[in-house]
C-alpha cells in the first residue's frame, strides 16, 4: 500500500461537525483518505458537507470507534498532536520529523496520526497511547490551531514527505518482524502492570507514573512482534514461577 494510504486521520471527540468537514477537506487535498472518528457527534450535517465541499466522500467513509484504543488498535505506529506540552515529556517532533519518522517506516505499518477535541485536547491516558507526540511550533503565547487547521498542517508535511522533500530521519530499516501494533502493546502493559503488582513492585494504591513512565520507555523502542513474544514470555516466566513458589 502507498504511504499516503497506510495514514490514518484520527479525531477524537470533536464537538463540532463543522470540523468533520474542514479535516475531510484538508486530508482530500493532500491525498489522504482513512478518517476515523472516535464518539463524534452526529456529523452529516449541512454545516459539515458544505466544508467538506469536493470531500464529502471521505466523511461519508470515515470509521467510527468508542475509544482511541479501538481506532488505533491495528497501527504500529501512532502520532499524538498536542497543541501543549505535558506533566510527562514524551518524544517530541515536529511536523516535518513526524513526517520523516513516518516515511522511514516499512510499507507493512499502518500508521495514525491523532487530533484531540477541540476545548481539551488529548487527555493524558490517550497522549500515552501514542509512539510519539507532535507539536506544530506555534506562537507559543497563542499555540492552539484549529483541529482542521492542524490536520491541514500535518497532512501536507506528509505529502512533502512522500514528494521526497524530507530530512533525513534514523531508522532501523533491517527489522526481522513487523513492529507490534497497538492492541499488542496495551496487551503487554496490562500483563506487565498485573505481575509488577503480584510481585509487590506495584503498589496498587500508590501507582505513582510507574507505568506512564513504563510506557513511555516501551512505545518509545516501538518493539517488533518477535522482541514482544519476547516480553511477554519473561512475564509468563516470571507468573509461572511465583504460582511454583506459592505450592
Ligand atoms: N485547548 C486544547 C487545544 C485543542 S485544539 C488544548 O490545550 O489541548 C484541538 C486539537 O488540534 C489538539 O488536541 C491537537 O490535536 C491539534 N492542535 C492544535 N494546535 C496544535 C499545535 N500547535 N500542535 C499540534 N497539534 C495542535
Not at 20 to 30: L, P, Y
Not at 70 to 94: E, H, K, M, T, Y
Not at 136 to 160: C, T
Not at 192 to 206: A, C, N, R
Request: charged share 20%.
Amino acid at each position: 500500500m502507498s504511504f499516503l494510504d497506510r495514514i490514518r486521520i484520527v479525531l477524537v471527540e470533536p464537538s463540532f461537525s463543522g470540523n468533520i468537514g474542514s479535516a475531510a477537506r484538508a486530508m482530500k487535498t493532500m491525498g489522504l483518505t482513512h478518517l476515523s472518528l472516535v464518539n463524534p457527534p452526529d456529523f452529516m450535517t449541512n454545516v459539515a458537507m458544505a466544508r467538506a465541499a469536493g470531500a464529502h466522500g471521505i466523511m461519508m467513509k470515515a470509521s467510527v470507534a468508542d475509544s482511541l484504543e479501538a481506532a488505533v488498535a491495528d497501527c504500529q505506529l501512532v502520532i499524538g498532536a498536542s497543541a501543549r506540552s505535558r506533566a510527562i515529556p514524551w518524544p517530541l517532533v515536529n511536523p516535518r520529523q513526524a513526517a520523516s519518522l513516518s516515511l522511514q517506516q516499512s510499507d507493512d505499518v499502518e500508521i495514525a496520526i491523532v487530533f484531540g477535541r477541540e476545548r481539551s485536547g488529548l487527555t493524558n491516558g490517550e497522549l500515552a497511547l501514542c509512539h510519539h507526540h507532535v507539536h506544530i511550533p506555534s506562537n507559543p503565547e497563542y499555540s492552539s490551531l484549529n483541529v482542521a487547521a492542524a490536520v491541514q498542517v500535518l497532512a501536507y508535511e506528509m505529502r512533502m514527505a512522500m514528494l521526497g522533500d524530507s530530512v533525513d530521519y534514523q531508522w532501523d530499516t533491517e527489522r526481522e518482524a513487523p513492529p507490534a501494533n497497538q492492541a499488542q502493546m496495551s496487551g503487554y502493559f496490562e500483563h506487565l502492570e498485573k505481575t509488577l503488582i503480584d510481585i509487590e513492585y506495584l503498589d496498587p494504591h500508590k501507582p505513582k507514573l510507574l507505568m506512564t513512565r513504563l510506557r513511555r520507555l516501551y512505545m518509545r523502542v516501538q518493539p517488533d512482534n518477535s522482541e514482544m513474544n519476547i516480553l511477554r514470555g519473561i512475564l509468563t516466566q516470571v507468573d509461572k514461577l511465583r504460582a511454583k513458589l506459592k505450592d
